[in-house]
DNA sequence: TCTGGCACTCGTGTGACGGGAGTGCCAACT
DNA sequence: AGTTGGCACTCCCGTCACACGAGTGCCAGA
């Protein structure tokens, strides 16, 4: 069914498509590479390629386009993963580097994404629900207001205001302090809203009211899962480069704004494995004619978030690929190091 | 020069052309405004605002566009801004309310400003340089590690870690923390820092070289401009209503990424006035064809940040210039309540 | 199994052409 | 002096016909 020429000729179609976003002839294809056959012997395979719905014909008298099914085939099995060159690498590991905090390597990468493919890069911000509690701090404002600081191992921040309904002494709010460390403090989110819960219950009488509200503000902040659906976007500019705007671009721009949708189309990738979802593949008929490819991030084997970009089906797969996972490792090496 | 009638018909045609998207012939103005003359006479009018510069032909026998210098007249001498809806107004302010956090006010605020105007809406994160320091807390992680939390009046929250040349005992480290607050709480950002600087040389000798590296990461933290130049931006996806893509979406695309470049759109708007730029009235000539209105936002005369929208010089100014100044009252009461 | 040849299909670019929208100008009217 | 109706003129745009050429499918021969 599929003999290694037939194979050939559906890599050469693919490669000479994404380059040209030209239907690809037989003539023009035995020409561009040394395929050692004549027009008409790539035309049978063709034929053939095209009976096994790996390619289409646009109209009569038109070249191949590879169909999704064409793309998937040679993800699959014909893709080498381009190596990133040295320049590049290198360009990775500084620019990374250089990030202050958490929200600088989040912007970093997924504008370093999006200039390595020059393509629309997606990065979402870690989860809080797999990250552990470093610290709790306790700020007065004024006597009967506090600010909550809640800084998570993966180097997050979040601020909360608490209203208390009696002031509090500076004494008991640092007894409090130390109780909600005690309960929270190195452990994993979930864990540390249970842990939590106990400590309105057993607190000193007088320090009760100001524990339980300080309780309920924090467990609201760490179930927050509003974070979890952060996420920046970077290289819109790059759908400039789109052929067809209503059925590309349009879509796809109206995705970008929904951030529910770009995190249901990075999906829930493996952390280790880069994932590609082609055309009619991801959830939504509207961005048919788009590619998503896409990876999980974190330390270790911990999913924190995942990254990708989303192009045209018509896109530069191997390199895509290879951008993806290249930066997928440098932001989990990065977290793991601002994790010590 | 400029009499009444003439007046009335550039406003006609800037409201057909902004309708329409096609130029606007002198029969169908007659027909849709009640002008009370003949079209004759209104073509003798346009002649008139054509020699003067107003309006342009983009052909003979084509009906009239206005030029930029006529948006300008009809912004500055004809446009009355549309009053917001109470249904409108009612939306801004229960979605405003909502908001938990700084950041979430600015991406709720972009996302509503995208919505009203149904262009592309941009918000500045508010400055640091006129905020003042509220607070500034430090967390110790490991015996010679700092966590170094600043807390401003704008509620933005920045955090840096200090890596100390020796340990620092707990009841050290509380002293530092009361010496520090002493010289910062409550003082402007420029003021704090010079402040700051005289610190290590009245601090108790054995304190004196953590309170320099304190001082050291907390003067870089207030003098980092890069959360200056922070943005929020969206409603991407109106950029699908334009027309002509190359002249106007994609400069616009790329013009969007660079942050720095937005900043420079939106401009040092007066707090209370709505600035209109107009194509070409613009820093980059390459967005000769997209204008921007614009205003300044922040409690009473402060100015902390700007937004506004962006658009094709073909825009609705009326209904822009109201909705950018309702929502920028909006975020300046919500900044001025977090602030007490 | 591959190859060269050949007739066929069909999209694309070109040029001619008519319709129509809109203008400018002029003479007449108020 | 300002306004109006009439009229000739300009020029964009959609349509149609047509030739060109790229590409195909098929078939006979190597």
Do not use: C, W
Request: proline share 5%; no cysteine.
């Amino acid at each position: 069914m599929v003999d290694d020429r037939k194979l050939d000729v559906l890599r050469a179609i693919v490669e000479d498509y994404v380059a040209t976003e030209e239907p690809v002839g037989s003539k023009a294809l035995v020409e561009r590479h040394g395929l050692g056959v004549s027009p008409a012997t790539v035309r049978n395979d063709m034929a053939a390629l095209e009976e096994e719905g790996y390619i289409h014909q646009p109209h009569t008298s038109a070249g191949r386009v590879p169909t999704d099914k064409g793309y998937r085939l040679f993800v699959d099995k014909l893709a080498t993963l381009k190596p990133m060159s040295t320049a590049e690498r290198r360009a990775i590991a500084t620019l990374l580097d250089g990030a202050v905090d958490l929200d600088d390597v989040v912007q970093r990468s997924v504008r370093l994404l999006s200039q390595l493919t020059r393509q629309v890069a997606i990065v979402q911000y870690p989860t809080l629900s797999r990250s552990t509690v470093r610290h709790v701090e306790l700020v007065p404002l004024t006597p009967t207001r506090l600010m909550l600081i809640l800084i998570l191992s993966t180097g997050r921040v979040e601020q909360r205001l608490v209203e208390l309904e009696a002031p509090i002494a500076d004494a008991d709010l640092a007894e409090v302090r130390v109780a909600v460390n005690g309960a929270a403090s190195g452990v994993q989110i979930a864990a540390a809203a249970a842990a939590l819960g106990e400590l309105p219950g057993v607190a000193r009488p007088d320090q009760a009211d100001a524990t339980r509200a300080i309780v309920a503000v924090l467990t609201e902040a760490m179930s927050d899962h509003r974070s979890d659906e952060r996420v920046a976007v970077s290289g819109t500019a790059n759908l400039a480069r789109y052929g067809d705007f209503d059925t590309a671009v349009r879509p796809l721009l109206e995705a970008l704004e929904e951030h529910v949708v770009l995190l249901k189309l990075l999906g829930e990738s493996g952390a280790d494995a880069v994932t590609v979802r082609i055309g009619h593949e991801g959830p939504y008929s509207e961005l048919a004619a788009t590619s998503v490819v896409a990876t999980g991030y974190g330390p270790m084997d911990a999913h924190l978030g995942s990254l990708g970009v989303v192009g045209p089906t018509r896109m530069d797969y191997p390199g895509s690929m290879a951008a993806v996972r290249a930066v997928a490792r440098y932001v989990s090496r990065i977290l793991d190091e601002g994790n010590q």
